[in-house]
C-alpha cells in the first residue's frame, strides 16, 4: 500500500543553518506530494506541494523538488529562523478514500 | 474570512460518555475529513464524506460516529466504545487535491 517515511527527529540547528527533511514514498503512480507544518497546539498549515513529477513546491523559503526517480521530497531551506520551530509532515494523496498519507512527523527546533 | 473552524478547543470526557466535536467550513468544499493525531505519529483517517448525507469509514473508526446533513458541519461524536480517545483531532476539507486543516480539538479523559 501507499506510505510516507520521513527522518526521525528531533532536528536541531542553529538560526541561519540549511535544513534538509527527508521524505521518501511508495505508491501506485505518481500522487501529488505536501509538506505541511504544525505550530504547537495548531492545526496543519500548508507550507507546499507538487503535483507531477519534477515539480518543483515552494513557499516561505521553504522548497520540495517531487523525484520520482528516487521517490522522494525532501524538504530544504536555506538559511532557518526560529520562527521555523515546528513539526513538518510529509504527506501524499494517495488514500483509497482520496484522503492524505502521512508520515510521522520531523520536529524541528531552531536555536538563536 | 474563509476557513475552517473546531470547537471546543479542549474537551474533556468521563467514562462511559459521548461527546461531540465541532467542525464548520465556509470555503464551500464537498470533501470533509477527519483525523486522529497521537504524540509522536503522523495522521489517522477517522471518517471521510464526499458530499452532503453521504460519509464512509476510514482506517480506525470503530468507536467514533459522523453526520453530515449540512455542507457546511462535519461533527464527530467519539462514543463510549472508543476506550482510548485521548488525542488530539483535526478536521479538514479539500478543494481539488488540497486539504486544509481547521486548528483542532484536543480530547481528554478525566
Known amino acids: 500500500g501507499n506510505s510516507v517515511t520521513q527522518m526521525e527527529g528531533p532536528v536541531t540547528l542553529s538560526e541561519e543553518a540549511f535544513l534538509t527533511i527527508n521524505c521518501t514514498y511508495t505508491?501506485?503512480?505518481?500522487?501529488?506530494l505536501f509538506w505541511y507544518v504544525q505550530y504547537p497546539g495548531e492545526g496543519l498549515q500548508l507550507l507546499l506541494k507538487?503535483?507531477?513529477?519534477?515539480d518543483k513546491g515552494s513557499n516561505k523559503g521553504f522548497e520540495a523538488t517531487y523525484r520520482k526517480e528516487t521517490t522522494s521530497f525532501h524538504l530544504e531551506k536555506g538559511s532557518v529562523q526560529v520562527s521555523d520551530s515546528a513539526v513538518y509532515f510529509c504527506?501524499?494523496?494517495?488514500?483509497?478514500?482520496?484522503?492524505?498519507?502521512f508520515g510521522k512527523g520531523t520536529k524541528l527546533s531552531v536555536k538563536p | 474570512d474563509g476557513g475552517i473552524t473546531q470547537s471546543p478547543k479542549y474537551l474533556f470526557r468521563k467514562e462511559g460518555q459521548n461527546v461531540t466535536l465541532s467542525c464548520e467550513q465556509n470555503?464551500?468544499?464537498?470533501?470533509m475529513y477527519w483525523y486522529r493525531q497521537d504524540p509522536g505519529q503522523g495522521l489517522r483517517l477517522i471518517y471521510y464524506?464526499?458530499?452532503?448525507?453521504?460519509?464512509q469509514k476510514g482506517d480506525i473508526a470503530e468507536g467514533y460516529s459522523v453526520s453530515r446533513e449540512k455542507k457546511e458541519s462535519f461533527p464527530l461524536t467519539v462514543t463510549s466504545a472508543q476506550k482510548n480517545p485521548t488525542a488530539f483531532y483535526l478536521c479538514?476539507?479539500?478543494?481539488?487535491?488540497?486539504?486544509?486543516f481547521g486548528p483542532g480539538t484536543r480530547l481528554l479523559v478525566l
Open positions: 507538487a503535483t507531477k513529477a519534477d
Open positions: 505508491a501506485t503512480g505518481y500522487p501529488s
Open positions: 479538514a476539507s479539500k478543494e481539488r487535491e488540497t486539504q486544509y
Open positions: 464524506s464526499q458530499i452532503v448525507n453521504d460519509f
Open positions: 470555503l464551500n468544499h464537498d470533501a
Open positions: 504527506a501524499l494523496l494517495g488514500g483509497s478514500q482520496g484522503n492524505l498519507i
